[in-house]
């Protein structure tokens, strides 16, 4: 834990816009993040500007994320391959749809901004439909939803 804040302390000290410091996510499923409240807690955010991202993926997730005045932003991983999109969260496309939307609402009445990873942006191992009109209405439909912010992923190393 103690390392993780001198790390993301020296981060903030740098100025970036923008920090992913954190997930609030299972431990089960990602041990290795159980402390993220913790962390929070323990940084100096009194010098900075950066604005802090924590990555949620699920809705408890986006609550527990959400009670934290110091997050600005609440990251989703939204894969456009059904396979990856199984495997990093457990949901389908479908479903990841329906707790994009209900992120949004908790972002919304927390005064919050959700960044949407929009995963295997830039192709796909897995075997599923890839090209660029998919990503492009892939874009278009989480626009319509109400994302304001894409983060277009290159998950697999091939841009």
Known sequence: TDKK???IQSLLRVGFDTIDFGSFVSPKAIPQMIDTAEVLAKLDLSKTQSKLLAIVANLRGAEDASIHPEIQYLG????ISENFQMRNTHKTIAQSIETLQEI???ADKTNKEVVAYLSMGFG???G???NVEIVG???EKLSNIGVKILSLSDTIGSS
């Not at 989703?76 to 894969?79: E, G, I, K, L, T």
Request: net charge negative; no cysteine.
């Open 104 to 106: 949004l609402n908790i």
């Open 76 to 79: 989703y991983p939204f894969s």
């Open 124 to 126: 796909n191992p897995y």
């Open 137 to 139: 209405e892939w874009t």
């Open 128 to 130: 599923d439909p890839w």
């Open 5 to 7: 804040v001198q790390y």
